[in-house]
């Protein structure tokens, strides 16, 4: 699956440059000039990392780097002409994954980009669960569950490795009042793992349970 970047640059020729030498090699290359625009295409597209100029039209490059790392598991890479040290420092210090000035090597930075993905790989997903809203973040995504779905992986995701029967699932999530039998725990476990299909993190020890780990 081709990876998408996300270019934000008010220099169309320098954008289409980007354009077309990021195309050739297999990325979906995602264009704006204006910082504006950019909340709205990471909510919109699986953007895999970002190039980033600091000068744009209608917002200065460090304000959106803060907005994207405030929200977002992107890696960004600053690509400006500002060379000074103090940027550079203040760009990293804020958050950036790398900092490449113009002019600069197209061949460099496609390295400097495969680089600072191979890195985001190796990184363990990160996984959190918000209790007031039944939902899931993974990396820069969310997931919506039921109240059981989401008290099912709470409560394995509170024994970390350790193996949960179906029966005792079915006491803590459901209530011991609770008529209905294991088979429910089942399809739970079947519905999440269907939401949460970016990551796998329920594991079955058949015949006795399951139990939570984070898995590339």
Excluded at 5 to 31: A, G, K, P, R, W
Excluded at 146 to 169: A, D, P, Q
Excluded at 173 to 196: A, E, H, P, S
């Amino acid at each position: 699956m081709n990876k998408k970047l996300l270019i934000v640059e008010n220099d169309i020729s320098l954008q289409t440059l980007l354009f077309d030498y990021f195309s050739s090699i297999n990325f979906d290359v995602f264009l704006t000039t204006k910082g504006s625009e950019v909340i709205n295409i990471i909510n919109h597209q699986k953007i895999d990392i970002a190039l980033l100029d600091i000068m744009l039209d209608d917002m200065d490059g460090w304000s959106i780097l803060r907005m994207i790392k405030k929200s977002f598991d992107i890696p960004v890479i600053m690509l400006t002409a500002r060379s000074e040290d103090e940027d550079k420092i203040f760009g990293l210090e804020l958050g950036a994954n790398d900092y490449v000035t113009k002019p600069f090597s197209i061949v460099e930075l496609k390295l400097r980009i495969e680089n600072v993905l191979n890195h985001k790989t190796i990184q363990k997903t990160n996984f959190k669960l918000i209790n007031h809203t039944y939902e899931v973040q993974i990396n820069n995504q969310i997931i919506k569950l039921t109240k059981h779905e989401f008290e099912v992986i709470k409560y394995l995701s509170e024994h970390e490795k350790e193996v949960i029967s179906r029966e005792r699932l079915l006491e803590v999530c459901w209530g011991y009042l609770y008529q209905g039998d294991t088979r429910t725990v089942d399809t739970t476990i079947k519905r999440i793992r269907q939401k949460l299909d970016m990551v796998s993190c329920i594991h079955t020890v058949f015949g006795v349970g399951y139990y939570f780990e984070v898995q590339q």
